[in-house]
């Protein structure tokens, strides 16, 4: 080995460790930040080692620049531009062309590569074609599922689904089986169609709630396909980065499941959980028979006067951005005397860790934001809760309607606290399309409108009241 492919692959080495510590870092919110910078630095030096290694080979370090420099751009474009609640989408689409990527790597080199014929390189081509071609159209398929631009057709709520998953997956097999005799004729298309179809086959009947555990699921694919294509290519970079990808999304699509109390088998083969109702959110107004609505000032009398106050973040916080507001009313109170706290649901929000990260946007303390387990046991001891834009994860037919798409999800159980007051906008569904039983309670009123506008009259009202001056 000549002493500048030594150099690469140091430099690859390098890569792999800070990519382990970014993932590492990643775990906790302080330091997630500068994590995502590791991980993004080391992606940056695998380039460069990749170039060195090739060196001198101006045509390929032409294709390599010109792939990373367009890659780049459009990922800071989409960087910049996506809003914070259309995050599961791009997750999705990212996690699609990763599985893009490989499969077309793995096309690539059983097209144009007769080095591809020792079995190794033969079943790491199946592998990467495979897992590569059911992550991509998986991911699309979810990804147009959360914009609301595919619905869950009839036909896959049914039985019939599984029929038709099998044969397309018996397709695959006879492809994948078929490949050695013929690695670059009908075999590896008949796989490649195979398996693309699978993705949309297991992809398509899964909706509402479940969104976000596929695509979790679709991430950990992402990285076996990209391990499958490194032993496709002979790069251990790819392996090694491939798999921590593939065993942290599966970490996380485990700690999602949990946080819904739903199985994984159940997620994929028990059809799509809140499927009737618009995905993405919105849905009708369900038939409510007792709803007792009040004013800003009410609420902020109910504030004034409260010992300990806990908020609810949900996905309308978000979608109003009035986390400022929240913050600015919650350092009012406390200078009050109240004694404030958030609650996080695991999935509250469009992505796993939204609200953590909305909230840490308007500077709330970390030390106030308490996960459903610790919060739960709290609420008979609150005397007021806020739920601000959040309905599925504040759903008390969660826990007592055997018949609820929700059952089994662990749920805040805000029901226990003395006052609720519930911030929205109508009294239009959650994500899950469905009625909340929270809402008829004789301790919850609504106080409607948008997050942001009902928290500066909350403000405004606290002030009236002399609230502010007292917190001056
Ligand atoms: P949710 O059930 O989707 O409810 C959000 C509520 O916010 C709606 O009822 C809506 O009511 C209200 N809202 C929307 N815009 C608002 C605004 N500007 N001001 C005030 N309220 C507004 O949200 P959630 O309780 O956070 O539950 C999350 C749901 O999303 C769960 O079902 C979860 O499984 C699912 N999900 C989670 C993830 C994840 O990883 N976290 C990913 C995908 C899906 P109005 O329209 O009446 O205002």
Redesign the pocket.
Known sequence: MSGLALFGYLIDLLAVLLLALGLKGLSKVRSARSANGLAALAMGLAVVGLLIQLAPSPVAWLWIAVGTAAGGLLGLITARRVPMTSM?ETVALFNGCGGMASLLVAIAVALYNSAASDMVALVSIVISVFVGAITFSGSIVAMGK?QGWIDTPGWTQSQVRHGVNIAIAIAALVGAFSLPGDPAGSSLWLLVVASSLLGIGVTLPIG?????VV?SLLNSYSGVAAAAAGFVVNSQLLIVAGAMVGAAGLILTQV?CKG?NRSLVSVLFGGAL?GGAPVG???QEAGYSRIVSCSPEECAMALENAERVVFV?????A??Q?QHALRELAKMLEANGSEVSYAI????????G??NVLLAEADVPYEQLLEMDTINPEFPRTDVVIV????????PDAKNDRNSP?YG?PVLEVDGARQVFV??????????GIK?ALFELPQTAMVF????A?LNGLLSELRDLGVGKKAA
Do not use: F, Q, T
């Open positions: 599961p959360l509402g709630a479940d969104m976000p695509i999602m819904m809140g959110g919105g849905g973040p949900g996905y309308g916080l979608v109003a009035a649901h695991p999935v509250a929000g469009r992505m796993p939204h609200m601000l834009g959040a309905n599925d994860v504040v759903n929700l999800m911030v929205k906008r109508s009294m239009g569904a959650g994500y899950a909340n409108g948008d997050a942001k009902v």
